[in-house]
């Protein structure tokens, strides 16, 4: 009974289960052509028809609906069925979501230009990774991770997020960095692979009202005092 089972799972439920599963077969690529229909039917919209752009992307990404979710095209994503957002969440231009297993986004959370989430991946041994001969055809098997991403979080322009990893919130993921591993509440991360820099904390206020009131440069508590020791030290 549990064989029979078994071989009655589909491979759309393996694939966002993160299984082993055969991308090749009829569910997935249903799921993956109306994907990619509907993202390229929301990029080409042009900007100035925003409420059917904005009703195009709902289509594309069904858990926008209601939640303010901001996209800039071009945007890339393989299902879109497979990215979860919270409320008021933006994606700048040119970002790649490679929603094989989910990628879920919180509350606010703001990617940069040129960001890539990339949830797949391949067996490292090349007699497993590339197309073989199995029982029902010729095809290869794959598998993928999750992807999720805290609310209050800032990823910025040109960083890699790849499977398996969960970022805590009110983080920033420096610009180029290449995230491979999990990153706690609250810390600045960056480099390649990513690691994690400090803890945000009160000296990286900069008093945005007043600030904004004076028409000043802003800066921070931390920044003003480098500064202060810089000019005693002239």
């Not at 692979?193 to 803890?199: M, Q």
Request: aromatic letters at 8%.
């Amino acid at each position: 009974m549990a064989e029979e089972q078994k071989e009655h799972i589909s491979d759309w439920d393996r694939m966002v289960t993160g299984k082993l599963y055969n991308s090749s077969s009829k569910d997935i690529e249903e799921q993956h052509k109306r994907g990619l229909i509907r993202c390229d039917t929301f990029n080409r919209i042009p900007v100035a028809r925003a409420e059917e752009k904005q009703a195009a992307l709902e289509k594309l990404i069904p858990s926008a609906k209601g939640k303010e979710l901001g996209v800039f095209a071009p945007f890339y994503c393989e299902y879109g069925v497979n990215i979860h957002v919270g409320r008021e969440c933006f994606i700048n231009y040119n970002c790649t979501f490679l929603d094989v297993s989910p990628i879920t986004l919180g509350d606010s959370v703001w990617v940069g230009a040129n960001v890539t989430m990339a949830t797949p991946n391949h067996p490292f041994l090349a007699e497993e990774r590339l197309n073989q001969d199995y029982p029902d055809g010729r095809h290869d098997l794959e598998y993928s991770s999750p992807i999720t991403i805290g609310d209050g979080t800032w990823i910025c322009s040109g960083a890699i997020i790849c499977g398996g990893v969960t970022i805590g919130k009110n983080c920033i993921i420096a610009a180029g960095a290449v995230v491979l591993h999990d990153i706690p509440d609250g810390y600045i991360a960056g480099g390649v692979p990513a690691k994690v820099i400090r803890k945000i904390d009160e000296k990286d206020r900069i008093n945005v009202w007043e600030t904004y009131q004076k028409n000043e440069t802003p800066l921070s508590v931390r920044q003003k005092e480098k500064k202060a020791r810089e000019e005693t030290n002239e």
